[in-house]
């Protein structure tokens, strides 16, 4: 039975009450495929709206910390860090995101980590729109999870 729907097969919030409290890390990711011009323009922070990965990790931030108001059956957390990251690969045109979220609580972080890295990937496509209509937003998931009763977690591949 999925955890979200009740005996009756309604929507349901989780009750988390009585789950122990353990510092709980979610790590996920994406990617955003660009053309060469607009990495560039990005690498060398020359694109008319500012510094992308300032403002991207910005809203990355702040997207994981609303993440309850976004996604109706997650619960409000108070989170006590979270890393919005940026890499570029020149080769295959693409910039990695991720984003880890931390916190000492009784339910996990992983759609908090998700809609970090989904806001932050959107913020970057929204600055480079302009100068590359044809991004494409790829390659979302969780890579890795610790705490609460299942432990640690890794994606396999």
Not at 31 to 42: F, K, R
Not at 72 to 89: G, I, M, Q, R
Request: net charge neutral; with cysteine.
């Amino acid at each position: 039975m999925l955890s979200h729907i009740d005996n009756q097969g309604k929507a349901n919030m989780v009750d988390v009450s009585e789950k122990a409290a353990s510092t709980r890390i979610a790590k996920a990711e994406a990617y955003v495929s660009v053309s060469d011009s607009a990495l560039e323009q990005i690498i060398q922070n020359q694109l008319a709206k500012g510094d992308v990965f300032s403002v991207a990790r910005v809203a990355g931030i702040q997207a994981a910390k609303q993440c309850a108001n976004l996604i109706p059956l997650c619960h409000p957390l108070l989170l006590s860090k979270v890393d919005v990251n940026f890499e570029t690969d020149e080769l295959s045109r693409q910039i990695k995101i991720t984003c880890q979220c931390k916190l000492n609580g009784n339910t996990g972080v992983e759609m908090e980590a998700l809609t970090g890295v989904s806001v932050a990937a959107l913020t970057l496509f929204d600055m480079c729109k302009a100068v590359d209509p044809e991004m494409v937003i790829h390659g979302l998931k969780v890579t890795e999870k610790s705490g609460g009763k299942t432990g640690l977690w890794r994606r396999s591949a």
